[in-house]
């Protein structure tokens, strides 16, 4: 859903279902705090996690070894 798509839904709504969105979205800022996340903009090439792995010598194939984590886990 776009944002201009939830804003069109938001204002469509009766003032009281309004009133209700906005006390939600209070309640999730104040449990979950400000968003410090810098969005992505497709290019995990020039994220700072990328690579983090790459001069560990106990690992020589960090990809192989995350793949096989992810199916020993979820091929459950």
Do not use: C
């Not at 939600?24 to 705090?33: P, V």
Request: no cysteine; proline share 4%.
């Amino acid at each position: 859903m776009t944002n201009e798509e939830i804003v069109r839904e938001f204002s469509a709504l009766p003032l009281e279902a309004r009133r209700e969105v906005a006390d939600f979205i209070h309640f999730l800022r104040a449990r979950y705090g400000e968003k410090n996340e810098k969005p992505l903009d497709g290019d995990l090439g020039e994220e700072d996690f990328v690579g983090m792995w790459k001069d560990r010598e106990d690992l020589p194939d960090g990809s192989a070894w995350a793949r096989e984590i992810r199916q020993n886990k979820w091929a459950k």
